[in-house]
């Protein structure tokens, strides 16, 4: 078990870098956004180099970088108030936790699943992106990989919890 999780652990630690590097794409993407943009305006259009789909970028790389770090993260970064379990036993704090990884795992069921139909969908009708006329449906299959991965993620950590096998 602790194996297992710790190889899947390896392949969100990559899904948590590739996160990283759509949130560096995001900032240059809006950087120069604004930066031609900028230049534009400062030159009364004379220069214009302003690119088409910046937008766009900038959104589908926000939600790419929240589904690729979610995986790794979900288990690493929970707030654990004292106030209310301060009287419980660790093996009570451990089975609370795995409770509220078990409905973040739902939580990655229901989006996989619903990006799984918009992919379908999307795919189907051959729906593109307004500006840059990506089809649809490589996002909504990107995504759903990504929070099958958080489903899975969490439910290996919420079992590893139960059962006092920790990765």
Not at 5 to 30: C, E, P, Q, S
Not at 69 to 91: A, C, K, N, W, Y
Not at 101 to 112: E, K, Q, R, S, Y
Request: aromatic letters at 14%; glycine letters at 8%.
């Amino acid at each position: 078990m602790s194996s297992l999780i710790r190889a899947f652990d390896k392949i969100t630690l990559v899904m948590h870098w590739i996160g990283g590097v759509f949130l560096i794409g995001m900032m240059v993407a809006t950087l120069a956004d604004v930066l031609s943009r900028g230049l534009f305006g400062m030159t009364d259009g004379a220069v214009d180099w302003t690119f088409i789909g910046g937008v766009e970028l900038v959104k589908y790389s926000l939600l790419f970088t929240v589904l690729f770090i979610l995986p790794h993260s979900v288990s690493r970064s929970q707030v654990i108030v004292d106030l209310f379990t301060e009287g419980l036993s660790q093996r009570r704090k451990d089975w609370l936790e795995a409770l509220y990884l078990l409905c973040f795992g739902l939580l990655g069921v229901g989006m996989c699943y619903s990006f799984f139909h918009l992919m379908v969908e999307s795919d189907l009708y051959y729906e593109t992106t307004q500006d840059l006329l990506i089809p649809m449906s490589y996002f909504y299959a990107v995504a759903s990989f990504a929070t099958a991965m958080l489903a899975l993620s969490a439910a290996l950590q919420a079992l590893a919890l139960i059962t006092n096998k920790k990765g």
